[in-house]
């Protein structure tokens, strides 16, 4: 099957599409995606591969899958591990979650993290121990550093922000702007989904020490006149 799913990509190779991506996701000498290969095929062709395979493919073929010199074979993995986390019983939902914090080096982008780590890692952990997240947090890893921030979206959902703003705080400081973005991100969610008021109260305690960007991100959907007053300050 895995054989199958690779020569089906193939026939999806664009070459033009695959020199825009690699610009968009910042392949370049020390960037962030460097050394990162794609093939140039776009994400709903990859989606529709995912409804076509994710019941077809075992969890070690996906992890071969996962291996892949090429982005848009990790994201097809990793995708169809989404499929099979949310379709699956209990114990094969707890396979997919140690399988997918076992190879976390190949998650290693973006979009990869973006994509999964609510719908995988926050959703294991709903209603658990919140310490393997404060863990990844700590790790010399932008990504799972990211995984950390953006498993928090799975309880954001839900209307909860504790852990969500624990999180953020652990990583104001960090130094990669990715994880700016991701902070302001979901502090952005905190205010959509939870309430404002608590967003607001997290920005009046920790605006000092959050890069512009972060706060940026976070006063979003603020009113023109808010989003000034919290730039200015």
Known sequence: MLQQIQQEMRSLVNPEKARILAGFFKTGKGQYGEGDVFLGIVVPQTRALVKKYWNAISLEESLQLLKSVFHEERLLALLILVAQYEKGDAQKRKQIFDAYLQNTRWINNWDLVDLTADRIVGAQLAGKSKALLFKLAKSKSLWERRIAMLATFAEIKKGESATALAIAEKLL???????????????????????QEIEEEFLQKHFKKMSRTTLRYAIERFEEKKRREYLKM
Do not use: P, T
């Not at 400081?173 to 309430?195: I, T, Y």
């Open 173 to 195: 400081g960090d130094k990669e702007d990715l994880l700016h973005k991701a902070v302001g991100w979901m502090l952005r969610e905190v205010g959509k989904r939870c309430s």
